[in-house]
């Protein structure tokens, strides 16, 4: 009788050692697998170009002009239109819109906004924080005008 409950406990061991062993085995498989898979498409399936949203246009909002100060005592007079997307509930109010282009050129010096390239950047920039502030209601901008002094 000793002998059966000395070998009970070898034996009840060993299928709870191999358990914990098959539960180890296999959650690391699966954090390995899902580590790949998320590497797969963090680095393969978004390396590839973006898909380009394509938006139907709707109205076009034309802003009031502003002044803006640029850097050293530099004048800017611009005014922007808003392009809206067809799907677009309502007009929007142009007033985050210029909020966000006074932020956008002030202190900016004249050479960086007498270029072409140097306008583009800006706008391109200017188009992104509009369009998050619009959530995509609002695609693209147009100067109407844009004179320096």
Request: proline share 3%; charged share 25%; glycine share 8%.
């Amino acid at each position: 009788m000793a002998k059966d409950k000395a070998a009970a406990p070898a034996d009840g061991e060993a299928p709870k050692k191999s358990k914990k062993m098959l539960i180890i085995i296999i959650a690391a498989v699966v954090l390995l697998g899902g580590g790949g898979a998320g590497a797969y498409f963090m680095f393969f399936k978004s390396s590839g170009e973006k898909e380009e949203v394509v938006y139907e246009p709707g109205a076009v909002v034309a802003l009031d002009s502003i002044t803006i100060n640029l850097d050293d005592g530099h004048f800017l007079k611009v005014s922007i239109a808003l392009q809206v997307t067809a799907d677009a509930a309502h007009e929007p109010d142009g007033s985050q819109a210029l909020d966000l282009m006074i932020t956008q050129f002030s202190n900016k010096s004249v050479a960086e906004l007498s270029t072409n390239e140097g306008r583009e950047a800006q706008k391109k920039e200017l188009v992104e924080k509009i369009k998050k502030a619009y959530h995509e209601e609002v695609y693209d901008i147009y100067f109407t005008e844009f004179v320096m002094q």
